[in-house]
């Protein structure tokens, strides 16, 4: 069974530029999350989608930062325009259905960005 | 999501010690995952805890749920190199959608 996929794995950008990550969950799972992960803390949950729509979008920054998963499959996240401290890495990670408590979730390799 | 408090916060221990991380809540938990992040890697899921007082074991590692649903731990028995990363005790209550990540415990195991 092929993993969560995220490109790029690294990306370098100067502040107020705009950057796009693109996951590609497990295939048959429902529920997609993005991650922000700050050096030396755990990951902090940006988005949920359910399928095609947002369950959860709390703590997502909207004014510069936005997120699609059009078809219900893949997903991309976007920063415009970027920050020094959006410098961070970025994980996408999914789960089967997402709607108890019990769903396990499985991680890609996460985007690192850097924005100078 | 639910919040709990995980210590130590960092452990450094000579191959072949035991560890232990432990994650305390002030409201009761509906379950409790455990996640591990190698350094440069991404989180990846160990066990899942659901019932009071539960224990399960994973050859070296030892989880525990506390009877009262409150408090969790993991255990290392004779830590390895390999055993290097961070854990995560990650809680849900039973209503939360979403999994929410503490700092975790960063642990270094010295040659």
């Known amino acids: 069974e092929a993993g969560v996929a995220q490109s790029p794995r690294y990306k370098i950008i100067e502040k107020r530029q705009s950057v796009a990550f693109w996951c590609n969950p497990i295939?048959?799972?429902?529920?997609l999350y993005w991650y922000q992960q700050i050096l030396g803390q755990g990951p902090k949950l940006l988005i949920q989608?359910?399928?095609?729509?947002?369950?959860?979008d709390s703590q997502l920054p909207k004014d510069r930062f936005s997120a699609e998963r059009l078809k219900g499959v893949d997903s991309t996240l976007k920063i415009q325009p970027a920050k020094l401290e959006d410098s961070a890495v970025y994980l996408c990670?999914?789960?089967?259905?997402?709607?108890?408590?019990?769903?396990?979730?499985?991680f890609g390799p996460g985007t690192r960005l850097t924005v100078l | 999501g639910q919040q709990v408090m995980q210590i130590p916060q960092y452990q450094h221990v000579q191959e072949g010690e035991d560890f232990t991380t432990y994650c305390n809540s002030s409201?009761?938990?509906?379950?409790i995952q455990w996640y591990k992040q190698r350094p440069g890697g991404h989180p990846v899921f160990l066990i899942q805890?659901?019932?009071?007082?539960e224990v399960k074991k994973q050859k070296r590692l030892t989880f525990q749920f506390g009877e009262a649903k409150k408090n969790s731990s993991l255990h290392i028995t004779a830590t390895q190199t390999t055993d290097v990363g961070t854990y995560f005790c990650?809680?849900?209550?039973?209503?939360?959608?979403?999994?929410?990540f503490g700092s975790g415990t960063q642990l270094t195991v010295l040659p």
């Open positions: 990670a999914s789960s089967y259905s997402g709607l108890g408590s019990t769903d396990t979730q499985y």
């Open positions: 295939s048959g799972h429902a529920t």
């Open positions: 989608f359910q399928n095609n729509g947002v369950v959860d």
């Open positions: 409201t009761t938990l509906s379950n």
């Open positions: 805890l659901v019932k009071s007082g």
């Open positions: 990650v809680p849900s209550s039973g209503s939360a959608r979403q999994l929410t």
